[in-house]
Nanobody, 115 residues
Framework: QVQLVESGGGLVQAGGFLRLSCAAS????????MGWYRQAPGKERELVAAITRGGSTNYADSVKGRFTISRDNAKNTVYLQMYSLKPEDTAVYFCYLDQSVHRYWGQGTQVTVSS
């Protein structure tokens, strides 16, 4: 059983910076896409950013130019650097990892941005 362990969430003021990390609990082969979703209270879960095995990235319009996704394939880890944070970025952030047809999820980490 693979677990994804997230870290880096917390409370930050508007305009601040946070870096989220998500690491697999064991070595995984043939990982395809990795990425991050978020879910704010009363809202549906939305895709924030994704990165393919080859390094191609995709971002939600609301975070383009502020967030950067990256991955370390050797460590089975995906990162999300979040700059110029806004109160509307407040949510629980979930990482995911796709291996073949299976998707693994992290447990979620809270990000709170105060105004």
């Amino acid at each position: 059983q693979v677990q994804l362990v997230e870290s880096g969430g917390g409370l930050v003021q508007a305009g601040g910076f946070l870096r989220l990390s998500c690491a697999a609990s064991r070595r995984i082969f043939s990982i395809n896409a990795m990425g991050w979703y978020r879910q704010a209270p009363g809202k549906e879960r939305e895709l924030v950013a994704a990165i393919t095995r080859g390094g191609s990235t995709n971002y939600a319009d609301s975070v383009k130019g502020r967030f950067t996704i990256s991955r370390d394939n050797a460590k089975n880890t995906v990162y999300l650097q979040m700059y110029s944070l806004k109160p509307e970025d407040t949510a629980v952030y979930f990482c995911y990892l796709d291996q073949s047809v299976h998707r693994y999820w992290g447990q979620g980490t809270q990000v709170t941005v105060s105004s």
